[in-house]
């Protein structure tokens, strides 16, 4: 199994910025994906998961409204487009297999830096 995750950088506040985490190693259309952050000196918080079918998102209170979740299953790829960026959503992004609490603490990626600041 291997998560590449890209698309992180830095980023003014309100800004925008997309996610992307191309899979490998495994039928990716067999299961759901999960974004999940991770700030350091905190535990890691998921953040939005996508059904395998792409039909089914779910979102965490701190980034509804504000991130989107969606999956290309011909590209094995999965996305996270963030609007209206804050200061507080400063983290290293990574996906991982498996939806919500179901994340897997094994198979998921290195993550990308995404950096919020003026």
């Known amino acids: 199994v291997q998560l590449v995750e890209s698309g992180g950088g830095l980023v003014q506040p309100g800004g925008s910025l997309r996610l992307s985490c191309v899979a490998s190693g495994f039928t990716f259309t067999n299961y759901g994906m999960s974004w999940v952050r991770q700030t350091p000196g905190k535990a890691e918080e998921w953040v939005s998961a996508?059904?395998?079918?792409?039909?089914?998102?779910s979102y965490a209170d701190s980034v509804k409204g504000r991130f989107t979740v969606s999956r290309d299953n011909q590209k094995n790829t999965v996305y996270l487009e963030m609007d209206n960026l804050q200061p507080e959503d400063t983290a290293v992004y990574f996906c991982a297999m498996g939806f919500g609490d179901q994340w897997s603490r094994i198979y998921r990626g290195q993550g990308t830096q995404v950096t919020v600041s003026s």
């Open positions: 996508v059904r395998a079918s792409g039909t089914n998102t």
